[in-house]
């Protein structure tokens, strides 16, 4: 994926940003639970009564969302420079990270550090360090 730096402008990021933090804390406020998507999902799979309709009602807004946007604006075109295989490969590591480390990056890197948890502080950190190591290795090392 490339980005049009002469074309970048923040304002959407801090716009969105300030959309999921108002979300994350109306969720937790209103509802006492973590917005994060994994443990929303793994609810999901080993379902409580009681439990299923607010965590299913907040994958279908996860779904619904890009719908809404096509109303309003064209869809993007992504461009990603990975084979199918890559994407693959990085989803499965994606998933076996977030099983080990006890979330996901919404999880730990929005509801956690919003709630000053030393544990998020350190997954965060695991997980963002990780990334910039692989993109380290992928480009300099085997140009990718």
Not at 92 to 118: E, K, N
Not at 128 to 133: D, L, P
Request: glycine residues 16%.
């Amino acid at each position: 994926m490339t980005i049009a730096w002469n074309a970048f402008s923040p304002w959407s990021a801090l716009i969105g940003g300030v959309l999921i933090g108002i979300a994350a804390a109306m969720f937790a406020l209103l509802n006492g639970r973590i917005a994060g998507i994994s443990g929303v999902v793994g609810g999901l799979l080993k379902p409580v009564v009681g439990d299923i309709a607010w965590r299913a009602a907040f994958i279908l807004g996860l779904l619904a969302a890009p719908l809404a946007y096509l109303a309003l604006a064209a869809w993007p075109r992504p461009q990603i420079d990975a084979s199918s295989g890559a994407l693959m490969a990085a989803g499965l590591l994606v998933g076996i990270g977030t099983r080990y480390g006890a979330g996901c990056t919404s999880g730990h890197g929005v509801c956690g550090l919003s709630r000053l948890s030393p544990r998020s502080l350190a997954a965060t950190l695991a997980f963002m360090g990780a990334g910039f190591a692989t993109v380290f290795v992928a480009r300099h090392l085997f140009g990718f």
